[in-house]
Structure formats: structure tokens, C-alpha cells
């Protein structure tokens, strides 16, 4: 297995623009999370689903971020319209569902954006 | 609520010697805990989980109830152990972790 893919690695925009970031878990993984990193906040969960259906999206910062799993080997975030504040690197992971505790999450490689 | 602290941003050791990171945690139930690392534009991986009390990499943490800590320990730092080190905590059924806010590990020569 490849692991959690992310795509792009790296994202430049403008402020305004819609952002799409893109993750592929691990095959057989029930749960898939995006996580924010900042050199401020650190990792902020954002969301995660179970099974494709969101379970908590609390940490979903504004409106303008949106996201969704519409199949089991794909889940999109996006941004819209995107801030120069959003500037971040973007984490997906994912674990399988009896395994977290013992395993921990497999991460993917992240999302470098940067919104200028 | 669930909260892991690392009350250390910037830890700097010289090679060789022994080395802690701290993590306190706050949880009223059984948590799970983890260490993961972050080395330099790397993705993040699972050090340790407490579930298991093994030795990864030299490094060791042991669960303390009573004091709710989880600290990363290793007898003789080394040079590529420079990283970002990050203590995750899980609740019951390990559904949601989230992280503490990371202490970043310098190891000089």
C-alpha cells in the first residue's frame, strides 16, 4: 500500500480563490481525518468521518471550509473563498477502525498552502 | 474535555545526553496515548503508544495515572533525533485524537 496520499504537496493562491485539497487513505481504513498544522495553533483537528459520513466537524474554523468523503478512497476539503490566514499545511490521515489505539493514525504527507 | 499539554516549545540537548519531553494530559476516562515525530518536512509518524511499552528508536514513555503524564524519555541523545516531537492523546475507543502543541528537539553536536 502507498499509504494516505495527499494532493498537490504544495498549493500557492490568491486570497479569494477556491482551494480544493485532495486525500486517499489507506485502503480498508474506516476513519479518515484532516488535520491543520501552524506554527501558532499547532495541529487542529478539523474533521472526521467513519465509514464516508462526517462524525465531528467542530473544528471546522468558518463556513468557508467544506468537506466531504463521497466514496471510501477519497475525501476533498475546500476552501472558499480562501485567506491569506488559511496559510497552513494540511494533514489527512487515516486508521482503521478497532486498530487506533494500538496503531495510532498513518498520515499522509501534507498540503503545503499558501494563500497570498 | 481532553487536553494534552507539552509545556516545552524548544528543547536543545547536546549529543549523548539523556533527554525528556514532557506531556500532561487531562482526561476523565482510560486515555491512549502516543508520541508521534515530525522530522524536517516529513510527515508525521507514530513513535510510541503506550498501549505497547516498547522502545522505539531508544526512546521510551511510560504512563503515569497519577501525575497524568506521558513523558518521552531517552538515556543518550542523538543528532538525527532532532525533530518535532508531538504527544497525542485518544479517549475511549481512540476515535478522536488530538495533539499537544509540540515541542521541537535540537540535539547539538
Known amino acids: 500500500d502507498a499509504g494516505v496520499i495527499q494532493s498537490p504537496r504544495h498549493e500557492v493562491t490568491e486570497m479569494g480563490q477556491e482551494v480544493t485539497l485532495r486525500c486517499k487513505p489507506i485502503s480498508g481504513h474506516d476513519y479518515l481525518f484532516w488535520y491543520r498544522q501552524t506554527m501558532m495553533r499547532g495541529l487542529e483537528l478539523l474533521i472526521y468521518f467513519n465509514n464516508n459520513v462526517p462524525i465531528d466537524d467542530s473544528g471546522m474554523p468558518e463556513d468557508r471550509f467544506s468537506a466531504k468523503m463521497p466514496n471510501a478512497s477519497f475525501s476533498t476539503l475546500k476552501i472558499q473563498p480562501s485567506e491569506p490566514r488559511d496559510s497552513a499545511v494540511y494533514f489527512c490521515?487515516?486508521?482503521?477502525?478497532?486498530?487506533?489505539?494500538?496503531?495510532?493514525?498513518?498520515f499522509g504527507s501534507g498540503t503545503r498552502l499558501t494563500v497570498v | 474535555a481532553q487536553r494534552v499539554t507539552q509545556p516545552e516549545k524548544l528543547l536543545s540537548v547536546f549529543k549523548g545526553a539523556p533527554v525528556e519531553l514532557k506531556c500532561n494530559y487531562s482526561?476523565?476516562?482510560?486515555?491512549?496515548l502516543f508520541w508521534y515525530v515530525q522530522y524536517s518536512r516529513q510527515r508525521l509518524q507514530l513513535l510510541l503508544r503506550?498501549?505497547s511499552r516498547e522502545s522505539i528508536k531508544g526512546f521510551t514513555a511510560d504512563l503515569n495515572k497519577g501525575e497524568t503524564s506521558f513523558h518521552l524519555k531517552k538515556p543518550f541523545a542523538q543528532e538525527e533525533d532532532s525533530a518535532m516531537y508531538y504527544c497525542a492523546l485518544s479517549g475511549t475507543g481512540g476515535f478522536k485524537t488530538i495533539f499537544g502543541a509540540g515541542t521541537r528537539l535540537f540535539v547539538k553536536a
Open positions: 490521515a487515516s486508521s482503521p477502525l478497532r486498530r487506533v489505539a494500538n496503531y495510532g493514525y498513518t
Open positions: 482526561y476523565s476516562g482510560s486515555p491512549e
Open positions: 503506550h498501549i
